[in-house]
């Protein structure tokens, strides 16, 4: 049985929930782009953060962060680095593992090699965690199935408006 929410906790999700209510700006899950009076990008994402700050941040809530370089360098492919991640993008994996109740791990970040865009790891809106049962299973029941990304990965598009793309061997989590 799950164990129920400390206030804090609460109170955080429900921050974070009515944080991510606003209108997304450019290239949005719909495709709209951004208008003239959106909101600047950073109001919904946050801030940016040190690799040393995010990564105490989810330690802190029991998601190690592991690399096959074993290395947090944001120049090396072989690292994983949390260096210019969004305080959103923070928020959203703790989201999840408390939402979940599962074990998260990330597996990739900010470093160099992942797709180019915008919304890219590189530029801080994007995790990987390694695809566990629990977790594939708790984003399948409780997100919106959108359809297959052109690479051939299922997405999922949670309350809030990210997306999470089942890749070969990990998930791919956009948070706006």
């Not at 495709?31 to 940016?48: C, H, K, V």
């Not at 360098?73 to 210019?84: F, H, I, M, Y």
């Not at 977790?135 to 359809?147: H, M, P, R």
């Not at 997306?163 to 791919?172: C, F, K, L, Q």
Request: with cysteine; charged share 10%.
């Amino acid at each position: 049985m799950p164990q129920p929410l400390q206030a804090a906790t609460l109170l955080a999700l429900l921050t974070l929930a009515a944080c991510r209510s606003v209108p997304l700006p450019e290239a949005t899950p719909t495709g709209r782009a951004q208008q003239d009076g959106d909101a600047p990008l950073t109001a919904q994402s946050g801030t940016r953060l040190s690799d040393a700050t995010a990564r105490s941040r989810v330690t802190a809530a029991g998601i190690p962060v592991v690399s096959s370089g074993n290395c947090s360098v944001r120049s090396n492919a072989s690292c994983t680095s949390l260096e210019q991640i969004y305080s959103g993008t923070i928020d959203g994996i703790i989201t999840l593992k408390q939402a979940s109740g599962c074990a998260v791990n990330i597996t990739g970040g900010t470093e160099v090699g992942h797709a180019s865009g915008t919304y890219s790891h590189y530029n801080g809106y994007k995790v990987d965690t390694s695809i566990t049962t629990c977790v594939s299973n708790y984003i399948t029941a409780n997100f919106t199935y959108i359809g297959v990304r052109g690479d051939g990965a299922p997405q999922y598009r949670s309350a809030a408006g990210n997306i999470y793309a089942r890749e070969s061997n990990h998930w791919d989590i956009l948070y706006y």
